[in-house]
């Protein structure tokens, strides 16, 4: 599994270094891990023994604010910034 170009393997958009999480998960809410007291019960990892687990600062959502997630607005660029804090 080539780990750098996982946004794109995952079908999901390169996240927004404003709003992307700062845990181990780096915007994808969910990180792969050798580390097994990190896994879930009954995980069973892949042929080079990484399991992905929910990242914690963000609960899964790969994203950040004040509450470690950013709501739902629709994209609307004026209120996402009111929400992350910006101008
Ligand atoms: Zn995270």
Known sequence: MEITDRYSATGRPAPDPKTMCKGDCEGM????TRNKKE???G???DEIGYV???CKPCNGTGRRDK???VPDIG???KKLRKAI???
Do not use: H
């Not at 809410?29 to 792969?32: E, I, M, R, V, W």
């Open 39 to 41: 896994w879930p019960k």
């Open 67 to 69: 509450k470690g997630m």
């Open 43 to 45: 995980a069973k990892p």
């Open 85 to 87: 804090g910006g101008k």
């Open 75 to 77: 994209g609307d660029v």
């Open 52 to 54: 992905f687990v929910r």
């Open 29 to 32: 809410g969910f990180y792969p």
